[in-house]
């Protein structure tokens, strides 16, 4: 140990010997360092001869990890010769990631068999110039359906794969056990090792045994300790990565003439530090520091890596050609400009980019042996495809005033492979670094550059009133005879403009206000600004847009405007907005024959006030890095007693005449249950306004082809990062016109809260401030996730799937949480007291899914929803189950006691619709956004009548009627539309005919209290055709308890029924309510009350 640590080290300081040279010093320092790092090459590779004449073997890459290095999906080496291009990973990714603190073992789940698949612990290792290569390993098992047995393989093209133990060799294949840990020590690998530009390790998984006997599990864990691999350097040439420098050709130590040897200089480099300003990154270091910046072009801030000094993006989908990072740096004084950085992206990312330069920003040159490759999130690629390590760029590069350097993106395929970056992807860049070498030799002159604008570039919602400056990187100076313009999107010029300067570096441009809804672009010629000190001219015009709020996004105007429904659909709607700033809350509602135009009728409107409130909550990914929060107001009104069957309009505002939002209109439900219509969909989310845009085209058509919708249900998912306020301003602010006109049901999904423990987005309540509903129905859940109302003849239940259970291995209920348990006992009691016939259920997380999220992630969820949730949907007689979360059009048959009821047992009609089936069917409606989910291989999907993926955004149209409840999915997707047809095309349709009737009332109800019991007893209905199949009892103004109701199955041929309620208060006056079950719907209520 102590002669490796003697090795690194000098190895170590011949690297930084060897940098030193490649930045530059003067001559006669690189001839004394050339002679250091020789006796340093000589101290790396002679001084480990033994006595005997052997060579010690040197690691060239070992993972042996202290500490957890977190689910890095492809990690690193720690250490050796190629720890920087050496990788290790699990093949195919492992299910599920841990850490072993008392072992430092790094684990993963999902290694049971899978038919045509090889699953395997893969290194890949340069040998290059290394021979007599030796492997060591150590494994353990952990548990007792982890994998047992091993073999070990290698591979010079991971396609022919040789032996190491088992078949054909000496040695036997590991054997893992829970306790212990397995040693392959020192093992020495055949001669097609040695001296390889890759050399593929494997240890595969090659039998069906856990380590205690019985068959591996999906959830069986395997766990790696640490694995080393060993050589004989065969030369004199250091690996690739410590390339030495060419001896100068002056020994004597005599001036070695300029052409020898190229001094170079940093001009500028960026180690990022931290998330930057407005999207803006300074250089780090570096001559031309002060003046140097790098952004993001195209993509959206996501985070900063501290440990790797790494920024990364997303929003890089549709990138190819048009997103990029860019550095802005100057040349002036310099040639032989060189480029270094380091890239990857995660499996949805950009895989392929290109470097460009420009002296304009305008005109783009390709550079030569640029084209890079990107490995899933890891700096280590092979070859180094995702780094640049010096490369000279063209000579057009030296000495500019301002040279762009752009990294674009160059082809539309991810990290993982497959066509189409993903919205979400993540694109990651670090140690970006401009050198060049001094022109005269001598120090040049600082270029006056620009460092910030404000506005930024491209500002939107921009106040009439706002301040615009310029900062540079010194001290500066006006040059009379130039000024300042500023014109409007007209080409307009902006009267009255002057520049003056504050804080000795910053220019200020006053101007008169700004016009609402206007852009306004400001031009800064370089004939106006010099250094104050050195005099030294602006580098070049300075010109940049921005655009000015709307009266509509004043900050006292409403804005995410919604209706939602709280109380009865016949004589109420419930509206929630947001404001900038604190004020009054009032809506103004009138008979929508009344007003003509945009003129509103405000003496004849009926007026409600409300509440509002200041929330404070992050708006993007930066914010939640700093823990900066911003202020908005939240307001919230119910419009109640209005007519039933009415269309009326309303605005809202602050009831100031200049605070009232554009006019929107809603119908109330009319009285005896009229037939209507709804649009159903869920995942909408995003994390870009760009990406957003695909649920607001999709609203805009459901409504087109619906006609009349009277709300759309939004089954969870609505935006990507529940916590940040600018995902909300995009889901809502997009179709804003929409959701004047038609109610939102929304559901609370994974993504608006922090969906498990290390989820990214942190607890917040912004579901709750964006919708008017009831808060707190289940003590405990999440504010407004709870809820349900009526309209026409149809109950919908809005059901939070954040909660759920575990099933014990025998397959009985081991745990659950108290929040689904509450809940289960709320729809019963809903179901009881509701008169309607029509039942429907929305949640996100459901139990009929073959996706991705259920076959990859969640099948212990699903089976428990099975178990516990399917009985409980089959007593209350839910027609239809919309869920989501799993991106795909799922459409299951009709379900009873999780069994599918065949087709050909069912009847239909003329119109195709089946006539009184029973169970349930269960809808996911694909997205209302543009990102999709598959089928997960071999999860089992016995439940679907269909279940497929069209690879486009759909949504569904539901039509209630008396007697027939049918659906249609259409797709809807851009690239559909033509000219006159926007594109909707029917998906798939269903229909069900329901003649079922209301059953009779019970007969000879009574309640007889008998200290702390009230036993209840009734007859079944003498009259009436519709059968009975159950009853149902609940307290009508929940003494027993909060949601207290049971069910009571029927009996063949049973004509007393008696229920004892226990643990009463016999002081208390109970008023109990008796309904019989038909088929689907509750007879009249029967009251019967104790003294």
Not at 382 to 407: F, G, H
Not at 623 to 639: P, V
Request: proline content about 5%.
């Amino acid at each position: 140990m102590e002669e490796d640590r003697y090795r690194k080290a000098h190895y170590e300081k011949a690297k930084e010997m060897q940098m030193n040279i490649l930045w530059g010093r003067k001559t006669k320092r690189i001839i004394s360092l050339f002679m250091a790092f020789t006796v340093f090459i000589s101290l790396q590779f002679n001084g480990f001869i033994s006595a005997e004449g052997s060579v010690t073997p040197a690691t060239i890459a070992e993972w042996k990890y202290t500490s957890n290095p977190t689910d890095l999906g492809i990690f690193p080496a720690s250490d050796g010769v190629y720890k920087e291009t050496s990788t290790l990973q699990s093949v195919p990714p492992g299910s599920s990631y841990d850490w072993n603190n008392d072992i430092n073992a790094i684990c993963y789940q999902g290694w049971q068999q899978e038919t045509g698949k090889d699953k395997y612990w893969l290194t890949s290792v340069p040998t290059k110039n290394y021979n007599h290569i030796t492997l060591s390993s150590v494994q353990q098992g952990k548990g007792t359906t982890g994998p047992r047995d091993f073999k070990v393989q290698i591979s010079v093209d991971q396609q022919n794969w040789t032996n190491i133990t088992g078949e054909g060799t000496e040695l036997p294949n590991l054997v893992l056990n829970a306790d212990t840990a397995t040693q392959f020590k020192n093992v020495s690998l055949p001669d097609t090792a040695d001296d390889q530009d890759l050399l593929y390790i494997r240890w595969v998984v090659n039998s069906d045994v856990s380590t205690s006997g019985s068959t591996i599990g999906e959830h069986g864990s395997s766990q790696l300790i640490s694995i080393t691999v060993q050589g004989e350097f065969t030369g004199t040439e250091l690996p690739s990565e410590v390339t030495p420098p060419n001896p100068p050709t002056d020994p004597e130590g005599s001036e070695v003439p300029g052409a020898a040897v190229l001094e170079k200089t940093k001009l500028a480099e960026w180690i990022f530090a931290n998330a930057g300003t407005n999207g803006a990154f300074p250089a780090t270091d570096g001559t031309f520091k002060t003046t140097s910046t790098f952004r993001n072009m195209g993509g959206y801030y996501e985070d900063y890596d501290s440990s790797q000094k790494a920024i990364s993006y997303q929003g890089w989908n549709s990138g190819n050609g048009t997103k990029y990072w860019q550095a802005t740096v100057s040349t002036k004084g310099y040639d032989n400009i060189t480029l270094s950085s380091q890239q990857n992206s995660s499996g949805t990312g950009p895989r392929d980019f290109k470097v460009q330069i420009s002296t304009n920003n305008t005109t783009w040159t390709d550079v030569p042996n640029t084209t890079l490759k990107m490995v899933v999130s890891s700096f280590n690629c092979a070859n180094n495809t995702c780094k640049l390590v010096e490369v000279p760029l063209p000579s057009n590069a030296n000495d500019q005033d301002v040279l762009y350097i752009r990294w674009i993106v160059s082809s539309n395929t991810n990290t993982n492979g497959s066509s189409g970056i993903g919205s979400t992807g993540s694109s990651r860049i670090k140690e970006v670094r401009i050198s060049g070498s001094a022109i005269t030799g001598g120090p040049v002159d600082t270029p006056t550059e620009a460092l910030s604008k404000t506005p930024t570039a491209g500002a939107t919602n921009v106040a009439v009133a706002a301040p615009v400056t310029v900062t540079f990187n010194k001290p500066i100076a006006i040059i009379s005879g130039a000024s300042v313009t500023i014109v409007d999107n007209s080409n307009v010029a902006l009267g009255s403009v002057t520049s003056e300067i504050i804080n000795n570096d910053t220019l200020k441009i006053n101007h008169p206000a700004f016009v609402g809804g206007k852009t306004y672009t400001v031009k800064v010629p370089k004939a106006l600004i010099k250094g104050r000190d050195d005099q030294v001219v602006l580098a070049s015009d300075i010109s940049w847009s921005f655009s000015i709020q709307g009266n509509a996004t004043t900050p006292s105007v409403p804005k995410l405007i919604n209706m939602t429904f709280y109380g009865d659909s016949k004589i109420s709607r419930a509206f929630t907005w947001y404001t900038d700033v604190m004020t009054s809350s009032v809506v103004q509602v009138v008979e929508a024959s009344k007003v003509q135009g945009s003129n509103f009728p405000e003496n004849e409107a009926l007026v409600f006030t409300g509440s509002e409130e200041e929330i404070q909550t992050f708006v993007t990914k930066a914010d939640r890095t700093s823990n900066k929060k911003k202020k908005f107001i939240t307001h919230k009104a119910i419009a109640n007693n209005l007519a039933p069957g009415t269309v009326y309009k309303y605005r809202v505002g602050s009831g100031s005449a200049d605070s009232w939002s554009a006019i929107g209109k809603f119908q109330t439900d009319a009285l005896g249950n009229q037939p209507f219509r709804f649009i159903v969909g869920s995942d909408s989310q995003a994390s870009s306004k760009s990406d957003f845009e695909p649920w607001a085209d999709t609203f805009r058509k459901a409504i087109a082809t619906i006609g009349d919708p009277k709300f759309l249900i939004n089954a969870g998912d609505l935006v990507d990062n529940g916590d940040l306020e600018e995902q909300w301003q995009w889901m809502l602010g997009l179709p804003q016109n929409e959701l004047l006109n038609v109610p939102i049901v929304p559901v609370l999904g994974g993504h608006e809260v922090q969906d498990y423990d290390g989820d990214e987005t942190t607890p917040n309540a912004n579901f709750y401030n964006h919708f008017n509903l009831p808060k707190k129905v289940i003590a405990n859940t999440d504010d407004g996730s709870v809820y349900s109302f009526e309209y026409g003849d149809a109950l919908i239940l809005v059901f939070n799937s954040q909660y759920a259970g575990k099933l014990a291995s025998n397959g009985s209920v081991q745990s659950v949480d108290q929040q689904f348990t509450d809940q289960l006992e709320w729809m019963r009691y809903v179901v009881a007291k509701s008169n309607a016939k029509w039942k429907f259920v929305t949640f996100h997380k459901g139990p009929y899914s073959a996706g991705d999220n259920a076959g990859e992630w969640e099948d212990e969820r699903v089976q428990f929803y099975r178990k516990v949730l399917i009985p409980v949907f089959d007593e209350m007689g839910i027609d239809m189950v919309f869920e989501a979360h799993d991106h795909m059009y799922m459409r299951s048959f009709q379900m009873l006691g999780d069994k599918t009821i065949p087709t050909n047992q069912l009847t239909f009609d003329a119109q195709g619709n089946a006539i009184n089936p029973k169970g349930t069917v269960y809808l996911m409606s694909n997205a209302f956004g543009d990102k999709f989910y598959e089928k997960y291989p071999g999860y089992n999907d016995y439940f679907a009548a269909i279940n497929k993926q069209p690879f486009k955004k759909m949504f569904t149209d539901v039509s209630v009627s008396s007697d027939v409840l049918q659906f249609t999915a259409f797709t809807a997707a851009k690239s559909d539309e033509k000219t006159g047809d926007n594109g909707v095309r029917a998906y798939d349709q269903y229909g069900i005919k329901r003649t079922d009737t209301k059953p009779a009332k019970v007969e000879a109800a009574n309640v007889v209290v008998s200290s702390n019991k009230a036993v209840i007893s009734w007859k079944p209905p003498v009259t009436g055709g519709e059968p009975v199949r159950g009853y149902r009892i609940y307290e009508k103004n929940g003494k027993v308890k909060a949601y207290w109701s049971v069910y009571v199955p029927a009996v063949a041929g049973k004509t007393d029924y008696s229920f004892t309620v226990n643990n009463i208060n016999a002081a208390n006056k109970y008023d109990f309510i008796v309904r019989a079950v038909g088929t689907r719907i509750n007879s009249d209520p029967v009251e019967v009350s104790t003294p």
